[in-house]
């Protein structure tokens, strides 16, 4: 089965670039979706199809897809960015999500 | 605003079985295709179960395969998870969440509030 490689937890400096990332074996060939959590909430969708921000998601969440790994870049990131980010992909008509990142916000 | 609201979680010993619903509102519905999403407590999200919108294409996750079932009733805006002989390892919130763009490889947008389901050994 396809699996997804996130990294467990990154930090970043209040202001700074956060880059969250997920490995996949050819990635590339996948739409990616990226979606946040915080706690006690359901997700959000703040990526789709690799580099698509949906209304009401602040500019300074991208995303890019390359080769085996996609990543989240969130840019000056703010307190409120402080959550758990998960990717997501298809494979064989099967869903699959990254184990999530953890994002401090320092 | 667009909304899902599930219902039909609680407390089920193991081997017993509930039934999910997932109610639509302001977007129409028989549009849309639809997932099951569950997240065991402090674990990360798992795939479940997709559903298209007129019902003829079914997928299931080989963990939940044979023991749930998606359905879903456009005229009721409606989606629906049988679960059926329950174990432990399927405690979990679990949430509807409307597929995005017009194939199976589209995105989760948006999701519902969830509804916990506690399986008792």
């Known amino acids: 089965s396809y699996e997804l490689t996130q990294p467990l937890s990154v930090s970043v400096a209040l202001g700074q670039t956060a880059r ?14 990226w979606l946040q959590q915080k706690p006690g909430q359901a997700p959000v969708l703040v990526i789709y199809r690799d580099t698509n921000r949906p209304s009401g998601i602040p500019e300074r969440f991208s995303g890019s897809n ?10 000056r990131a ?5 959550g758990d980010y998960y990717c997501q992909v298809w494979d064989s008509n ?3 999500f990254g184990g999530g990142t953890k994002l401090t916000v320092l | 605003e667009v909304q899902l609201v599930e219902s039909g979680g609680g407390l089920v010993p193991a081997g017993g079985s509930l039934r999910l619903s997932c109610e639509a509102s302001e977007f129409t519905f028989s549009d ?7 997240q065991a407590p402090g674990k990360g999200l798992e795939w479940v179960s997709y559903i298209s919108s007129s019902s003829g ?20 805006k409606s989606l629906y998870l049988q679960i059926n002989s329950l174990r432990a390892e399927d405690t979990a919130v679990y949430y509807c969440a409307r597929g995005g763009g017009s194939t199976v490889t589209g995105w989760f947008d948006p999701w ?7 399986v008792s050994s």
Do not use: P
């Open chain 2, 112 to 118: 519902g509030q969830g509804t916990l389901v506690t």
């Open chain 1, 66 to 75: 390359s080769g085996n790994t996609a990543t989240l870049t969130i840019s």
């Open chain 1, 78 to 82: 703010q307190v409120e960015d402080e």
């Open chain 1, 94 to 96: 099967t869903g699959v």
């Open chain 1, 20 to 33: 969250i990332t997920c490995g996949g074996n050819n990635i590339a060939s996948k739409d990616v979706h």
């Open chain 2, 32 to 38: 849309y295709t639809m997932n099951w999403v569950r």
């Open chain 2, 57 to 76: 294409t079914i997928y299931y996750a080989d963990s939940v395969k044979g023991r749930f079932t998606i359905s879903r009733d456009n005229a009721k």
